[in-house]
């Protein structure tokens, strides 16, 4: 299973990055998906996620209204759209699949947000 990340960068703060997460070696549209944030020396939290179908989308309270996540089953890709940036989302984003059981992180993409 590998769960390639992209699309980090830097960017000033207002700003927005769209982040993409392709899935191989699993059947994605089993799997629900998302993303999870690790800013520097901190420990990793959830940033949002998506359900299989992407009927159903969740998010933090940090993001709200600023991020969109998102998927397409027959690219096996889920996507984060972050708008209004801001320097505190500066860290790792990692994507992730889950299935009751099973659960695979990517290797994360660094997102630099500049005030």
């Known amino acids: 299973v590998q769960l390639q990340a992209s699309g980090g960068g830097l960017v000033q703060a207002g700003g927005s990055l769209k982040l993409s997460c392709e899935a191989s070696g699993v059947t994605f549209s089993t799997y629900g998906m998302g993303w999870f944030h690790q800013a520097p020396g901190k420990e990793r939290e959830f940033a949002a996620g998506?359900?299989?179908?992407?009927?159903?989308?969740y998010n933090a309270d940090s993001v709200k209204g600023r991020f969109t996540v998102s998927r397409d089953n027959a690219k096996n890709t889920v996507y984060l759209q972050m708008n209004s940036l801001k320097p505190e989302d500066t860290g790792v984003y990692y994507c992730?699949?889950?299935?009751?059981?099973?659960?695979?992180w990517g290797q994360g993409t660094l997102v630099t947000v500049s005030s």
């Open positions: 998506i359900s299989r179908t992407g009927g159903n989308t």
């Open positions: 992730f699949a889950t299935l009751p059981g099973s659960n695979y």
